[in-house]
């Protein structure tokens, strides 16, 4: 089978997710689920996704890039680092997270957003 060039835009998402203090954007593309979040200040993981999850932790990995604001994320095994505006990063399952400061986070994911925020 002969692939094709694809194109879609995050204005016009396949799906979107919403949830206490945010939602997500998200567009299937190949075989790749690309998100847009947006975070509101006073968002958390554990406040705003955890009762859609039911897990003790986020267990979605997410290899993102940080367009606005800032996010703090904890792993389970304590370790911590903070993302902002410009940041790639990579953050594997087990993990909480949380808007830092007032200004909205607004993050692009290649890899977490197929099962994030759903049951």
């Known amino acids: 089978m002969v692939e094709k060039i694809q194109k879609k835009s995050m204005a016009s998402a396949d799906e979107t997710r919403s949830f ?28 705003c996704v955890k009762p859609i999850a039911q897990t003790e932790s986020c ?3 997410h290899t993102q890039y940080i367009i606005s604001g800032r996010m703090r994320v904890k792993m389970d095994d304590g370790s911590e680092e903070e993302y902002g505006p410009g940041d790639v990063g990579y953050v594997p399952s087990g993990h ?11 993050a692009i994911d290649f890899t977490g957003m197929g099962t994030y925020a759903k049951k």
């Not at 567009?27 to 968002?43: C, D, L, M, Q, Y």
């Not at 909480?96 to 607004?106: I, K, L, M, S, T």
């Open 96 to 106: 909480n997270a949380w808007v830092v400061g007032d200004e909205p986070c607004v």
């Open 59 to 61: 267990q979605a990995p």
């Open 20 to 47: 206490d203090k945010g939602k997500v954007e998200i567009v299937n593309i190949g075989n790749t689920a690309v998100g847009r979040a947006s975070f509101e200040p006073g968002w958390s993981w554990e406040k």
